[in-house]
């Protein structure tokens, strides 16, 4: 079975600084994983993901994750965070079939 | 290419009326998945369409229904609504949905609110 588990609902960043979202991942396959952004009354939107072709994934809007088998985690990180980062934040992994199994969600404040 | 639409943006039904969503997909997406998402319960699969056959359904009640024609548009149905089924309805297309490496791009959604 896979699922995700997303350590911390809510985390608040100062503008400028690094942004970590934590996304661990539990799959009895090798896994596809990956990071959705959704901004207020509108749909997710893909920031990257990662099918086992590199480790480090680079995504839209800066944003990077790096897949470490050893520790089953996809972090999610950007170098210096904008104001127009603040939204929810997503992990998922593909299961069977089509079907995305989502974390619970990371809300990202940026304090100015 | 046009992304995912979604209609109605927004719904408000009663208690025991039913309601249905429609959900156009990315030109040449063949799969279409519903998702509920509510902030109890998060995103949650309710089931995915391919070819006009239901390919994967999620652990969601018998009135909760959905088809897909053979232009790949799909929709969703709810019948005898209620209150916990307000919700956001998200709808993702994809191409195949059988690669492994496919990605699932979603609309707006539409906010389901039962009264």
């Known amino acids: 079975a896979q699922s995700v588990t997303q350590l911390g609902s809510h985390v608040s960043v100062s503008e400028g600084a690094l942004v970590l979202l934590r996304c661990n991942y539990s799959?009895?396959?090798?896994?596809?994983l990956f990071w959705y952004v959704q901004y207020p009354n509108q749909g997710l939107q893909l920031l990257l993901k990662?099918?086992?072709?590199?480790?480090l994934v680079k995504g839209i809007n800066g944003f990077e994750a790096e897949f470490k088998k050893s520790e089953t985690s996809f972090h999610l990180t950007k170098p210096s965070a904008h104001m127009s980062d603040a939204a929810e934040y997503f992990c998922?992994?593909?299961?069977?079939?089509?079907?995305?199994?989502f974390g619970t969600g990371t809300s990202l404040t940026v304090i100015p | 290419k046009a992304g995912v639409t979604q209609t109605p943006r927004y719904l408000i039904k009663t208690r025991g009326q039913q309601v249905t969503l429609s959900c156009s997909p990315i030109s040449g997406h063949r799969s279409v998945s519903w998702y509920q998402q509510t902030p109890g319960q998060g995103l949650q699969f309710l089931f995915e369409?391919?070819?006009?056959?239901?390919?994967n359904k999620g652990n969601f009640p018998g009135r909760f229904s959905g088809r897909q024609f053979s232009n790949s548009r799909s929709e969703m149905n709810v019948s005898t609504l209620e209150l916990g089924d307000s919700a956001l309805y998200l709808c993702?297309?994809?191409?195949?949905?059988?690669?492994?490496?496919?990605?699932?791009?979603f609309g707006p959604g539409t906010r389901l609110t039962v009264l």
């Open positions: 990662y099918t086992s072709a590199a480790t």
């Open positions: 799959s009895s396959v090798p896994p596809y």
């Open positions: 998922a992994v593909r299961g069977r079939g089509n079907q995305f199994y």
């Open positions: 369409y391919f070819s006009e056959t239901q390919r």
């Open positions: 993702a297309s994809s191409l195949e949905g059988d690669s492994r490496t496919d990605t699932q791009y």
